[in-house]
């Protein structure tokens, strides 16, 4: 087969092979590193933005309204102080600095809905509500609502619905009875060993959830009387455990209350909205959030810290243009004698300068296409790793576009590098390169 | 026969003949960048496919000789004419091109290409010339078959140094050079090996046509060949 200038190329990599992979291979991890903070970072965005669903405003008693979203939304840790629910309602129904109830706001096109976190089932958080929550909440800001796999949503006092990826851990079906245990799981889904299970209470499955690419997957989900009833009795009201009895107002705890604004169907930006919040936050100890602008806020904190990331990897990605162009320099030294032997055969110094750029490209685009191979692996366990975690699920896939722009920035930089050791080449001496060894 | 640095006039009209010498050098001389003189006003001629030792002692300038008739490097005076071109008039990339397909040189070290077969080390010489691509391979195998070497795809190391040095004249007969230039082709050898090699060279040159210019320090090289000349060292202090 006729040689080709690739072909020279290709065997000067080989002769050099070690050098070359771990030229490519510095370049590999660098790669890597800035593909995986970048999809990651936009996954993150993602992630967060939509996980916090169609509510306009959660209440709480947390000490900030970003810790009542992580802890509402995203299961991040137990909230540490209730509402009650039976003053917070007479609230919202009293005459406010408006001279209306802030109900009114809310009207028959919005709603509330009480949540309360507090349990947990083999270290997954459930989370008790209305079965409302199924109706009207939607899990996902930029999707439709639940979808079950299996069963239905919660009607009587003790029934469970699990998320998606709760079914699938715990493999529990549909008819199945669970006993709840007291006290919600932290980031690293920990209880104490000396925890207190309600084994007097039955929980009975009755519904499996589709996924929802939330963190609502790995929770369950029980009917809030039932969770007041459990705590009643655990306070000693014996009378809870009658389901004919209504629960006692002073056992109706809540940690959270979804809000959405009421507006015209089918509109998404309410007048009602505003003022609503104002209302709200006249109501003594409460903290009020609207849950995309904690996002939003949490997610101006997080770029800073991606951007320096970023930042960090571009540089190490410039360093592994250094080790290409060393790795090429230093083997200048060994292959005079082979760059005076291709211009006697007929080669030109533009051919050789061509050659040794090919080379450095070549490298730079190996290391580029491992590293974008390396970021599709560490994407994964990264995105894995935080749905264990913390549970936000991240869509690791990456992106067309910055993958080839990474990949065009690669070569660019790896030729730049190719640039001195072509140069050296490229004045090589021929007679003086030809002389016999001594 | 020379104790001089000119060894053979040639008339400007054999240069234009058309059927003239492969090789013309024409009052060529050389200093080195330190200013001391290698070749002060030589000149010579080749007839096609003819044949030719040089005698030199060490230091007599056989190596810059041939390197300046190669075009790698630039005379201070005087020119050579390769096939009735100048090669010094031309440039750059032509000059290389002109050298690869014309020329072909054999080095006492061989110089072959470490990580390149015994067959790549031939077709790599054929591609930067006209032949087409699809004869390389069949002309790169008929050479080596010829020299008799049957591993084409060993790499030379694993070869002996008498089969790399037949590797080494496949490839400077690659692209059918009118001119062969060979320095010191015999001092890595075994002297059976040498006189082999320089067997080899001759009649491979012959069969294709080339002209030879052997360099040699060696005496028994020059056995057989009809014509020996000697190139002298220039006279000391003589700097340009």
Known sequence: ?438 | MMAEQRTQQNSPESVQNEAGPALVVEGLSFSYSGGSRVLDGLGLSLGRGEQMVLKASSGAGKSTLLHLIAGLLEPGSGRVLIDRTEIHRLKGAKRDRFRGSRVGMIFQTFNLLDGFSALENVTTAMMFSKIPKAEHDERARALLKRLGIDRHQAPPQSLSVGQQQRVAVARAMACRPSLVLADEPTASLDPENAAEAVKLIREVCAEEGAALLLVSHDPAVAIGFERVEELAAAPAGTGS
């Open chain 1, 1 to 438: 087969m006729a040689m080709s200038g690739l072909k020279i190329v290709a065997r000067s990599l080989r002769v050099r092979a070690v050098s070359t992979l771990i030229s490519a291979f510095s370049v590999a991890v660098a790669v890597a590193m800035l593909l995986t903070l970048l999809t990651l970072s936009r996954a993150n965005d993602r992630a967060f933005e939509a996980g916090t669903g169609n509510a306009d405003l959660i209440v709480s008693r947390e000490p900030s309204g970003l810790v009542s979203v992580l802890n509402t939304f995203f299961y991040a840790a137990a909230p540490v102080d209730y509402i009650d629910w039976a003053t917070f309602e007479r609230q919202l129904n009293s005459p406010g600095p408006r001279r209306m109830p802030p109900i009114a706001l809310i009207g028959d096109t919005g709603w509330y809905i009480p949540v309360a976190i507090g349990d947990s089932y083999r270290g997954r958080a459930v989370l008790a509500t209305t079965p409302e929550f199924f109706e009207k909440f939607k899990p996902r800001a930029d999707g439709d609502g639940w979808s079950f796999a299996q069963g239905r949503p919660i009607e009587g006092a003790f029934d469970l619905v699990l998320g998606s990826d709760t079914a699938r851990a715990t493999g529990l079906a549909i008819g199945e009875i669970v006993h709840l245990t007291h006290g919600a799981p932290g980031p690293g889904g920990q209880l104490p060993e000396d925890a207190h299970v309600h084994t007097d209470f039955d929980f009975r499955v009755v519904g499996i959830l589709e996924r929802t690419g939330t963190a609502h997957d790995r929770a369950l989900f029980s009917h809030i009387e039932g969770s007041w009833r459990m705590h009643a009795s655990d306070l000693g009201d014996e009378s809870a455990r009658d389901l004919e009895t209504p629960v006692a107002p002073q056992h109706q705890k809540v940690t959270a209350v979804l809000i959405k604004a009421g507006g015209r169907p089918g509109s998404t930006v309410t007048a009602a909205f505003a003022p609503l919040q104002s209302d709200l936050t006249r109501m003594t100890g409460l903290t009020i959030a609207n849950p995309a602008t904690e996002v939003r806020r949490l997610l101006r904190i997080v770029s800073n810290i991606d951007q320096v990331l970023i930042a960090m990897a571009v540089v190490i990605l410039l360093s592994s243009g250094v080790s290409i162009l060393l790795s090429l320099y230093n083997s200048m030294a060994t292959r005079r004698r082979q760059i005076a032997v291709l211009r006697v055969l007929g080669a030109s110094r533009k051919r050789i300068f061509s050659m040794v750029i090919a080379e450095s490209a070549f490298i730079g685009l190996l290391g580029g296409l491992v590293g974008v191979v390396l970021a599709v692996v560490a994407g994964g366990l990264v995105a894995q790793a935080l749905w264990m975690r913390v549970g936000v699920m991240l869509d690791p896939s990456l992106e067309l576009v910055p993958v080839l722009w990474t990949l065009g920035g690669t070569v660019v930089l790896a030729v730049l590098a190719g640039l001195a050791p072509a140069a050296v080449a490229y004045r090589t001496s021929v007679a003086g390169n030809l002389r016999p060894l001594v």
